[in-house]
């Protein structure tokens, strides 16, 4: 299918931000967006980039009422030189079809959501901000549409990507955040959909990050939901500790998002000669292994922060520092190679830069 553009008239655009200190995160959005539908019987159809307008949408609308909703997240980045690239989008692609398939939505084919991306972005582009650690976020979205009651995929639906400039996720900045770790609610279940990047599960977070946020915690990081005991991952991202001479992250099994940061920080890793383990970590060896002294590091990753290093945690109602509160050289040299390759700075090895313009 060929993708229309129909671009917004120069008077009716939007000012562009002149301060990227004051980006935040989520907050701006640009002039034009990508839409197209799916009709069972018909498939997909009308792919274009449009200029961006609220959407219009039936109150019996089936996502509305069933949780039918999903989406990704990836950011495009301005190099040194002017050049703009993606980090590795067909993966975020891949796990938007993983998560369609799961939800019974109708998965997009991969090389015609690819080129969505990058026109979208290219007709974009002076909206990517040119700061180091600034990008422009990208969100991809898929809803059912079609106006009927009762319990059943949909026959319609909405694909939509809209984007928008942004600075740090967290205000702080790479500094060490406070994570709580939630003993009463739970976010998922093995056998549910917490590998899939769908709005239930964020919805399911909420309680717990109020509570939290209450507390002065910035993030949440849940136990598994059967024993209470394993960790997880936090509310926006996976977790990693190092101890001892081990990085260790909990392993993919059905109830945690398969990140791809995540992937990058492993084989960047291993790489760097690191022992990697994806094993079940209980809270209780990481209590223990901050009492030894051999917990040396933790951080968070994701791609709104990328790498976020962690001071602090909070758990059976005491605070333990993480390597006095600061942020360790393992972290720290982590997150320089992952942000070095995706704006070009450095060579790739892996292969995960894509150079749109």
């Known amino acids: 299918m060929e993708i229309k553009v129909s671009r917004i008239a120069a008077g009716k655009m939007k000012p562009k931000p002149t301060d990227e200190s004051k980006l935040g995160f989520g907050q701006i959005f640009s002039d034009h967006f990508f839409t197209m539908k799916y009709k069972t019987g018909q498939g997909w159809h009308e792919p274009q980039v449009e200029p961006y307008r609220p959407l219009q949408m039936d109150p019996a609308a089936m996502s509305l009422h069933y949780g039918q909703l999903i989406f990704e997240g990836l950011k495009a980045y301005r190099g040194a030189d002017g050049s703009v690239y993606l980090f590795r989008p067909w993966e975020n692609v891949r796990r938007f079809n993983e998560s369609a398939v799961r939800l019974c939505?109708?998965?997009?084919?991969?090389?015609?959501?690819?080129?969505?991306l990058k026109q979208l972005v290219v007709v974009e582009k002076d909206w990517i901000p040119k700061g180091l650690g600034t990008a422009m976020y990208i969100?991809?979205?898929?809803?059912?549409?079609?106006?009927?009651?009762?319990?059943?995929?949909?026959?319609?639906?909405?694909?939509?990507v809209i984007v928008g400039p942004v600075g740090a996720y967290y205000p702080q900045g790479?500094?060490?955040?406070?994570?709580?770790?939630?003993?009463?609610?739970?976010?998922?279940?093995?056998?549910?959909?917490?590998m899939c990047k769908a709005a239930a599960n964020y919805a399911a977070s909420l309680m717990a990050s109020q509570k939290a946020g209450a507390r002065g915690y910035t993030q949440v990081l849940w136990l598994?939901?059967?024993?209470?005991k394993y960790v997880e991952e936090v509310g926006t991202s996976?977790?990693?500790?190092?101890?001892?001479?081990?990085?260790?992250?909990?392993?993919?099994?059905?109830?945690?998002?398969?990140?791809?940061?995540?992937?990058?920080?492993?084989?960047?890793?291993?790489?760097?000669?690191?022992?990697?383990?994806?094993?079940?970590?209980?809270?209780d060896e990481i209590l223990a292994a901050g009492a030894k002294g051999t917990l040396k590091e933790c951080f968070a990753s994701g791609t709104a922060a990328i790498v976020s290093p962690v001071g602090e945690i909070f758990c059976k109602g005491k605070a333990f520092m993480i390597n006095g509160g600061k942020t360790?050289?393992?972290?720290?040299?982590l997150y320089n190679q992952i942000l070095e390759i995706q704006y070009g700075m450095a060579e790739d090895p892996f292969g995960w830069r894509l150079k749109i313009a």
């Open 328 to 333: 360790g050289p393992v972290t720290e040299r």
């Open 105 to 116: 939505m109708p998965p997009l084919d991969e090389k015609l959501a690819l080129e969505a």
């Open 174 to 194: 790479f500094s060490p955040t406070k994570i709580w770790v939630e003993e009463e609610y739970v976010r998922a279940v093995k056998g549910g959909i917490g």
């Open 224 to 228: 598994d939901a059967v024993e209470r």
């Open 139 to 160: 969100r991809p979205t898929m809803v059912a549409t079609e106006p009927a009651l009762g319990v059943r995929p949909a026959n319609e639906y909405l694909y939509f």
């Open 238 to 283: 996976n977790i990693f500790f190092v101890i001892g001479d081990e990085l260790i992250t909990p392993p993919l099994t059905g109830s945690i998002l398969p990140g791809i940061t995540r992937d990058s920080v492993i084989q960047i890793a291993r790489s760097n000669g690191m022992k990697v383990s994806e094993r079940l970590l209980s809270i």
